[in-house]
């Protein structure tokens, strides 16, 4: 009887959510119909070339190959990518001291489960 009581509280709730929001409905819109002069003209736009950031200098066009970006810039982010790499890698070396390659020391024979944890046996 509960449930039923909870499905029916559910059902109320819903219905006054969808009183509020007579926007939201479960039936879609209509699919409108693209007209094939804007595909056409959309590939035609894309298949522009724009520009490719060249200058020209004394009638011969350069490209800049430094994307605009000073080339101190460019050396100051090379120089810090390849001292803080170096940094890392050296406090990685020093910090990180590798396992020993040898097998641990044996220090007497098996014992069993039971006799570690001072439990009785589980045969008897």
Same mark, same amino acid.
């Given at each position: 009887?509960?449930?039923?009581?909870?499905?029916?509280?559910?059902?109320?709730?819903?219905?006054?959510?969808? /009183?509020?929001?007579?926007?939201?409905?479960?039936? %879609?819109?209509? %699919?409108?119909?693209?007209?094939?002069?804007?595909?056409?003209?959309?590939?035609?736009?894309?298949?522009?070339?724009?520009?490719?950031?060249?200058?020209?200098?004394?009638?011969?066009?350069?490209?800049?190959?430094?994307?605009?970006?000073?080339?101190?810039? /460019?050396?100051?982010?090379?120089?810090?990518?390849?001292?803080?790499?170096?940094?890392?890698?050296?406090?990685? %070396?020093?910090?990180?001291?590798?396992?020993?390659?040898?097998?641990?020391?044996?220090?007497?024979?098996?014992?069993?489960?039971?006799?570690?944890?001072?439990?009785?046996?589980?045969?008897?």
């Amino acid at each position: 009887m509960a449930r039923a009581g909870v499905c029916v509280l559910l059902a109320a709730v819903a219905g006054f959510a969808f /009183w509020l929001l007579p926007g939201v409905s479960f039936v %879609q819109a209509p %699919q409108r119909q693209i007209e094939p002069a804007v595909v056409a003209g959309a590939a035609v736009v894309a298949s522009v070339p724009l520009g490719a950031d060249a200058f020209v200098y004394k009638g011969k066009e350069y490209f800049d190959v430094f994307y605009g970006i000073e080339p101190l810039a /460019w050396a100051t982010c090379g120089f810090a990518i390849v001292y803080y790499g170096a940094l890392l890698k050296n406090a990685a %070396q020093k910090y990180n001291k590798p396992a020993s390659l040898s097998p641990p020391p044996k220090i007497g024979g098996f014992r069993g489960k039971e006799v570690e944890n001072s439990e009785p046996n589980y045969k008897a």
